[in-house]
């Protein structure tokens, strides 16, 4: 048995026992079927990926670094009162500014992420309302009072520090939830790659079956190539290229946010006071002005999607009307 002398010559000789119209007709079942499959699996897998960018904009960024400024503030807020009583300077006026400021910064920080989490936050700004109360107590009403105010102090610390119910322990179990939230959000999890590898199989099936049809209408037809089926073939490409690589660009960028939010939640849980405090709020606010930064750049992702999903319906459409019309003419034949 002699071998085909070409490509064009085998596929000729194994399709050639199949009629024209049949031929035709399993072509566009399969292109749409695939284009259908492939446009869906793209769609859904790179709104995903928008969708946990904007998640973590929106909530979970927020809520990281709204902690980790509390935890900061009110330790700096302590560290501020003692200096000033080791230093003798409780009755100096305008001595507590510092540490008023810090309490009504964690204050508001705190009451600004009530929205961004899920989590009761509830416990958390009571013990802080008690802790700045015992703190004001401490230096303004009993300041002339040494033993009331060590007393109110050692109640502040209670507060503050006591393991399991304290404001700090409580910050911090909120940080570790909130943390681990941030880091499941970045991640791409594995139905989501599922997706895109779906993509990419349905795209390569349909360019492989955009080719067979060429060949079929240009050997069986009498046709030069179809100039919608060389569309749908330019557009399977594309869509084979861009959006992945856009997506993966995004994921890059939310793998540098969930980084950049465990360093947030390190620098304000390592031990420190005085001037190491305040450059660790230094660093946290510089860590968290980059996450915004990077979270905001990603504006031309939206363009992406909204270029894929116009080609994709190209990509359903141009196939049909490129293979469509012929059968028009064997089914009018019929």
Known sequence: MTRPSSPAAFWRARLGRFRTRRLLEAHLLVLVVCAAVAVSALLLSYRQTQQSARTLATREAPAVQGL???????????WEVTDLIDRRLVKVAGSGETYRVQLSAADQVLSGIGDSTDQDLGTVNG???SYGTSLASAMTVYQDQEYMREQKLAEARSLLNRPHVGLVPRLDQLQREQTARASATATMGWVQRGGWWLTEAALAVLALT?????FVLRDRCG????????????????CAVVPP??????????DAVRADLGRITAHSRQSAGGKALAERQEDVTELSERVRRELAGDAWTERVYQGSLVGGLLVVFLPVVGIGLRLDVYWRRR
């Open 68 to 78: 980790a400024a509390t935890r900061l503030a009110v330790l700096r807020a302590e």
């Open 127 to 129: 013990l802080l309302d």
């Open 210 to 214: 955009l080719l067979s049809a060429l």
């Open 223 to 238: 046709r030069d190539w179809d100039p919608s089926l060389l569309a749908a073939l330019a557009l399977t490409v594309l």
């Open 245 to 254: 690589l856009a997506a993966s660009s995004a994921q890059d960028d939310l």
